[in-house]
């Protein structure tokens, strides 16, 4: 490599310009801005070149905290609790707004999804204290208050 030649632009595997790298990966999952900003990082030089992308993008309607919220709220649902989801939420960078409408939502259905994680993990209700907190413990390790686990494993008394 000549050393007075300028170093070529980063290019995907297929060639593709930083525009249509962010276009392939929206065309398969919705990303929050942060998490495609992250992503693209490895097809530019010039890192500068990437917020008037993500602002375009915005605007266009092609990028949505809204979407994004609404895609790890169907997807984690019926596996963890409230609290794991806004973790994850946190995480991809979606706003306090997104996340606080997501939370709102999720709470309504929070209670029946811990009896449904409940129920798959454990077929018989805790015989003894120590089986009790065991099943609390796996409970809250997907997220789920306390007050919720309350609710299901006294609930499974009354079964």
């Known amino acids: 490599m000549d050393p007075s030649q300028p170093p070529t632009p980063k290019k995907n595997k297929q060639g593709l310009s930083l525009r249509a790298q962010a276009l392939s990966l929206l065309a398969r999952r919705e ?3 942060q998490e495609l900003a992250r992503r693209l990082l490895q ?3 010039d890192p500068d ?3 008037p992308l993500i602002e375009d993008f915005e605007r266009r309607g092609w990028l949505s905290e809204q979407r994004v919220a609404e895609q790890v709220m169907a997807t984690r649902r019926k596996r963890f609790g409230s609290q794991k989801i806004v973790h994850e939420m946190r ?3 979606l706003s306090e707004e997104a996340i606080a409408g ?3 939502a999720l709470k309504d259905s929070e209670l029946e999804s811990a009896r449904e994680v409940w ?3 454990f077929p018989e209700p805790p015989s ?3 089986e009790k907190a065991r099943q609390m413990r796996f409970l809250q390790g997907r997220g789920f208050s306390l007050d919720t ?3 299901v494993i006294s609930g499974a008394d009354d079964d």
């Open 119 to 121: 129920r798959r993990k």
């Open 31 to 33: 990303y929050s801005k």
């Open 102 to 104: 997501a939370r709102e």
């Open 128 to 130: 003894n204290a120590n």
């Open 43 to 45: 097809y530019t030089e």
């Open 149 to 151: 686990i309350r609710k």
């Open 49 to 51: 070149e990437i917020p």
């Open 91 to 93: 995480q991809k960078g």
